[in-house]
């Protein structure tokens, strides 16, 4: 595996920082602040700038703002992960099966995929997540329902390259099943691809979640959710800016991360792709 | 010509999947427009006439049968949230929609490529640092958060430009104009850094190809080389991406009109979503697909005017 590759270059490397100090916080912070810290209301304090008491400054209601920012990591990361994992359990085999069978099955599930791909990911995120009702779960399955397209294209254009090779050529001749073939042959070698895509997909995700919980319809309170604090926000700008920039600046940083370590993978386990970043 | 034939039938036979995706996920999910219309605290006797009256129990395939003429015929039906017909309400916020879409694509463009150019020429160096870490910044921040600093500096902070509304241009051009430049900025910034660096990447490929170094080796000065040699390679490959990216900006203008308070279609598809007004979701997220489709359509075509190499068989 050429994984290490990544961390060789400064910015494979900040970005790995970010994104592992992203995923300490996301596991770690819900067991060590006790969650009624993050809806705590202190009267006295609201709209409070960064203080001693509250090193990050509190929102409207006196809620301090570094509890929830720091347990909104972990309800932000939870979604995007479980919608980026729910798209490659469903774009996976879509795009396999495309890639490797070919002819008419590719013809009709690349038709539907396209069909899908016409809709702006959000846009059927924001459809579905009404639709059904805005909670968590339906949260992570708009968000997935939405990426899967994107996935299951890359990931039937990855199969259908790996497939014509010489090697998996040989292996067939050999008289291997069509499911060792995939499994044992194809499956490893689109493997960096779907890494790549996943870690890009992971970064979308994250905004993703944001821009429905800004608009209402991903997280609902008393959840803390980064889109829901800068959506709370709105209304206090003028005096309370701190409130906006301190869960922006956490998508941000989160975003950033991914997208850097993301470059950075996809340099390394794609070289035909080097300096495209 | 029978490519054309080719992806016009394509298209049709797209939109007609479009059409019926539309449909399905917004009527299999659970979700009664009769209750939606009368609230959960009607009479289930009232329920059940309205449900009958609007055609509700009649099977799935009948129902999208009627939708789909309807929308054929131009009667788009009702708008439970605003009582008002569909279709030219539609119309209306797209008009309205394509000021911001078509400025911040402008924008977008007009950045990117200059920028994108620059550190593709100058790579590892401080011009490409600079062009890079911008733009790698600028797909990594929301667009709703683009928005809100842009409120906080331009609106509130130097009071230059209002912070939210829409005005027609038709009433008044400079006022449609300075309502209009804060969300297209902020529509603009994310896709400008998009396509920064996708131009970097495809100038990059380009500059390192043999027909660049025949161009420098037969003493063309630097200047042709990059902008009339290479650019003119790159502007297809551009030109795609910004046209995958009209699709992206559909859905954040969701996001940003609602920001901004800008009464276009993406405020309109939020009010419906909100409002789980089936029959407008229905309109609005078909018209975003069809566009967004057709945009690539007539990106597609556009490139084999830019690319001649490309032979149409």
Not at chain 2, 4 to 26: C, G, H, K, P, Q
Not at chain 2, 121 to 134: E, I, K, L
Request: charged share 15%; hydrophobic share 55%.
């Amino acid at each position: 595996m050429k994984l290490p590759a990544a961390f060789r270059n400064s910015k494979g490397m900040i970005g790995a920082v970010l994104v592992l100090a992203i995923l300490l916080v996301a596991v770690i912070a819900p067991m060590l602040i006790p969650d009624d810290w993050a809806t705590r209301m202190d009267m006295r304090a609201r709209l409070s700038p960064p203080t001693w008491a509250h090193p990050l400054g509190t929102d409207q209601l006196g809620r301090d703002l570094m509890y929830r920012v720091l347990l909104g990591a972990h309800t932000s990361v939870f979604i995007a992960s479980s919608a980026v994992l729910m798209s490659i359990v469903i774009g996976l085999p879509l795009g396999l099966i495309s890639g490797y069978v070919g002819r008419m099955t590719d013809n009709v599930l690349m038709r539907l995929v396209d069909t899908l791909l016409s809709f702006p990911a959000l846009l059927l995120a924001l459809t579905i997540s009404a639709v059904l009702g805005p909670n968590l779960q339906n949260t992570i399955i708009a968000i997935g329902i939405a990426f899967t397209p994107y996935l299951a294209r890359i990931i039937r254009g990855e199969a259908l390259r790996v497939s014509h090779m010489p090697y998996v050529e040989a292996a067939r001749t050999a008289g291997n099943s069509d499911r060792r073939l995939i499994v044992r042959h194809i499956l490893p070698n689109i493997m960096p691809a779907v890494i790549v895509q996943s870690t890009i997909s992971l970064a979308f995700a994250i905004l993703a979640e944001a821009g429905l919980s800004f608009l209402g319809l991903g997280t609902q309170p008393p959840d803390a959710s980064w889109g829901l604090m800068i959506q709370a926000s709105r209304d206090y700008l003028d005096r309370a800016p701190w409130t906006a920039l301190v869960p922006g600046a956490a998508v941000a940083l989160t975003v950033l991360g991914l997208n850097m370590f993301g470059d950075a993978l996809r340099d390394a386990l794609d070289p035909r792709s080097k300096g495209a970043s | 010509m029978s490519y054309i034939l080719n992806r016009i039938l394509s298209m049709l036979l797209t939109l007609f999947l479009i059409s019926a995706v539309t449909f399905a996920v917004t009527n299999i999910l659970p979700g009664d427009v009769a209750m939606i219309i009368m609230g959960t605290q009607s009479n289930p006797e009232a329920l059940a006439g309205l449900r009958e009256s609007l055609g509700l129990n009649d099977p799935l395939l009948a129902q999208y049968g009627r939708w789909i003429g309807g929308m054929l015929s131009g009667d788009w039906g009702t708008s439970l949230v605003f009582k008002e017909p569909i279709a030219p309400l539609l119309l209306q916020k797209m008009t309205a929609s394509a000021l911001i879409v078509l400025l911040s694509m402008t924008i977008a463009l007009v950045c990117a490529v200059p920028l994108g150019v620059w550190a593709a020429v100058y790579p590892n160096r401080w011009q490409d640092t600079a062009s890079s870490s911008a733009s790698l910044l600028g797909v990594s921040l929301p667009d709703f958060f683009w928005g809100i600093m842009m409120i906080l500096l331009f609106a509130r902070g130097l009071g230059w430009l209002p912070s939210s509304g829409f005005v027609d241009p038709g009433e008044d051009v400079l006022g449609a104009f300075r309502h209009a430049l804060l969300p297209s900025l902020a529509l603009g910034l994310g896709l400008m850094a998009h396509l920064t660096r996708m131009t970097r990447a495809t100038m990059t490929g380009i500059l390192n190809q043999e027909f660049i170094r025949v161009a420098r080796a037969k003493g063309l000065g630097e200047r042709t080389v990059i902008w009339r040699y290479a650019l003119a390679n790159a502007v297809g490959p551009v030109m795609t991406v910004a046209g995958l990216q009209v699709g992206y900006l559909f859905g954040s203008i969701i996001v940003v009109e609602s920001l901004f308070n800008y009464t276009g279609m993406g405020w309109l598809t939020y009010q419906g979503l909100l409002n789980r007004d089936i029959p407008l979701i229905q309109a609005t997220v078909f018209v975003v697909a069809a566009v967004v489709m057709l945009a690539n359509l007539l990106v597609d075509l556009l490139y084999v005017v830019v690319d001649p190499r490309i032979r149409l068989s």
